[in-house]
Structures are given as C-alpha cells and as structure tokens.
C-alpha cells in the first residue's frame, strides 16, 4: 500500500475571482490574485492511500464519507493528475489502484474563508505526491477544475490566476507573483464575525452573477485587468498604501456584483460593515493606510497590517469590538513541506 499526507494552505484573494466563462472547466472571466497564508494555521490535510485491494475509490470529509464516482470535480482531478502522471512516465503507483482519501480542514468549511480552496490544492497536490509528479502550471490547471481559487493555493507568497483565452482551459492556470520571502512583514488578521454556513455558495452566486448583473462584464473586461497590473506593482514595489486601496476597493467591488445579481447575494452583514468603518476611520486617525480590509463570500474580514502595525491595530479592534469579534494572527507564508 501507498500512502502519503499532505497540509495545504489557504489563500485569501485581493483580486476577486467571480464568474464563470466555462462553468464545467471552470474557466474564469477575470483574472484574481491572492496571498497565500502560513499552512501550520489555516488549512487542510489530507492523506491518500491505493493499493491493489481496494474495491473503490472512496474519500471522507471531516470524517463523513462522501459520494465519490459521481462527484465530477473530484473524478476530474484524479483523471487530471493520473493523466499527467503518464505524460511525465512517473508511475510510482499503479494507475488501475483504486484509491481512499481522508481530508480535513482545520477552520468552518463554507464559512466564506476559503475551505474548498485548501481542500481541493490539498487534494491535487497530495495525489500529485503519490504518483510522483512534480507541482507546476499544469498541476494549478488540475487543481482549477476542482475548485477555482485552489488554484491559487499551490504557490506560497502572492499568486495570480490568469483566466486565459483557450476554449480547452490550457492557459488558464495560476503563476507565482512573488515568493512568500518578497514581504515578509506582510500580516493578516481575520476577524471571525460568524462562522455559519454562507446563504448562497460561491460557484451559485457567481453563476447567477454571470446571468443577472448589469455591472459583472464591466468589472470583468475593464476593472480587473487595469486593477491586475496595478496591484501586482504594488506587490513588487512592496506599496502598501496602493496595495490596500486596491484591495479595500476590489473587495467593495465585488460585494457591489453581488448585490447587483438579482436576486441579490448579501454575504456581508453588520458587523462586517461595521469593519469597514473602523477601517477607514483608523486609517484616518492614524494619517495614512496602514490596514486594509477584504470580505469573501461570507461575513468574516481580512485584515492586512504589516507587521510592525499589528499591536496599534489589534488594540484599536479591541477598543472599538469588545465582545462582537474573534481576531487571529495568520502568517504571510507559502506550501508546507509535505509530511510521509
Ligand atoms: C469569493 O473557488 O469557491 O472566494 O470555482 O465554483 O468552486 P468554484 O468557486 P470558489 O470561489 C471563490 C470566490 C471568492 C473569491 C476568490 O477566492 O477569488
């Protein structure tokens, strides 16, 4: 019997993905670019095993078995790793082996805090471990099809996923912007406003997005590829105050499409706006960006505070949310050496 474990990271987008230009290669319409956080604090670990015995391939999900054989994002990245398996010759395990993964993630799935993300690199990379192939734009390219954003979660450090322009997906694939040594001192602090399940999934929203907003194709061919090239300057420059206003700005951008969707998807809520507030009005108090904000499809907050800011901010959000949050420290970090 094989068997190899793996943890993957979460990434947190600063570019949002949202929307779909092939919904079943999951091919999206805008390019994103996120940060990938420490591994050892938020993320999935997952443990694969085949051997000749097994009668079918069977997966557990925070210890619930899952359906495998009929869920098509997950045949689709085992075919897709077994597949480049045989172009690399690198056949360690027989591809006729059925296989049994166990996976969980350390924080609330569907929280909005980017769980499938984790998961699905997790899953493709672990697979990508037992076979013997190495990661690589062809592997991100795999991990897309499981779930968009988990593309991203393969590189460490500032990642962008280019959306492509091939019908069969090919150059939809996620490249390193930076490594996670670039901006070492760059922080997240996440702010935990609820960790239900969020009303609407992100691949429902998005597609619903795609059908209904009047604005989505405006933010998808005009905003994004001008914000794309602006934030990634930011990042090589190491400009914090352009890289938060454009992240601050994306964020509100995309919460805008999705209330424009009809009908509307409202993932903020309350508090979350009231983050936004503190936000803008500590930044005023303190003379200049020194956090900015961004909300996923879910009504938790990113922070992003450079490090020598950390202490100052956490005790502005202590002063100002007494009871109403749960703030963590994550760290700016890339993929975790697998562990056998
Ligand atoms: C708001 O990657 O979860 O987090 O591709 O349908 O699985 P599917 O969607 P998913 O969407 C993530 C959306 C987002 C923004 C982002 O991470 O870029």
């Known amino acids: 019997m094989h068997t190899v474990t793996c943890i993957a990271p979460v990434n947190i987008a600063l570019i949002k993905y949202w929307g779909k230009r092939n919904e079943e290669l999951i091919l999206p319409i805008n390019d994103s670019i996120s940060m990938t956080l420490n591994a050892n604090e938020m993320c999935a ?29 997950l045949m689709r990245c085992l075919d897709g790793v077994r597949r480049l398996a045989v172009a690399n010759g690198a056949l360690k395990v027989p591809l006729n082996w059925k296989v049994h993964i166990a ?95 969020k ?70 809520n309350d508090v979350s706006h009231s983050i936004v507030n503190f936000v803008h009005a500590y930044n005023e108090a303190v003379g200049s960006l020194q956090a900015a904000y961004t909300f996923d499809a879910g009504p938790n907050a990113c922070l992003y505070v450079l490090e020598e800011n950390v202490p100052q901010l956490l005790a502005a959000i202590q002063l100002a949310f007494p009871n109403d949050l749960v703030p963590s420290v994550e760290y700016l970090r890339g993929i975790q050496v697998p562990n056998f």
């Open 199 to 268: 009303k609407t999934p992100s691949t429902k929203g998005m597609q619903r997005a795609v059908t209904t907003s009047a604005l989505i194709q405006h933010r998808a061919k005009v905003v994004v590829p001008r914000r794309t090239e602006e934030l990634t300057e930011a990042i090589q420059l190491r400009d914090f105050n352009s890289f938060a206003e454009i992240t601050m700005k994306d964020s509100n951008q995309f919460h805008a499409i999705a209330l424009d969707t009809y009908p509307p998807c409202v993932y903020m």
């Open 45 to 73: 670990k997952t443990t694969i095993s085949s051997w000749e015995t097994f009668k079918a391939n069977r997966m557990w999900l925070n210890g619930e078995e899952v359906t495998f054989e009929e869920n098509a994002r």
């Open 103 to 197: 996976s969980r993630n350390n924080f609330p799935t569907a929280a909005g805090l980017a769980s499938s993300a984790a998961g699905y690199a997790c899953l493709v990379y672990t697979l990508a471990r037992l076979y013997g192939i190495p990661i690589n734009e062809e592997l991100t390219a795999v991990a897309r099809q499981g779930s968009g954003s988990a593309c991203r979660s393969l590189y460490g450090g500032f990642v962008r996923w280019h959306s492509g322009v091939l019908d069969d997906g090919s150059d939809s694939v996620a490249k390193q912007v930076v490594s996670p040594d670039h901006w070492p001192n760059m922080h997240i602090l996440i702010l935990v406003v609820n960790d239900a399940r």
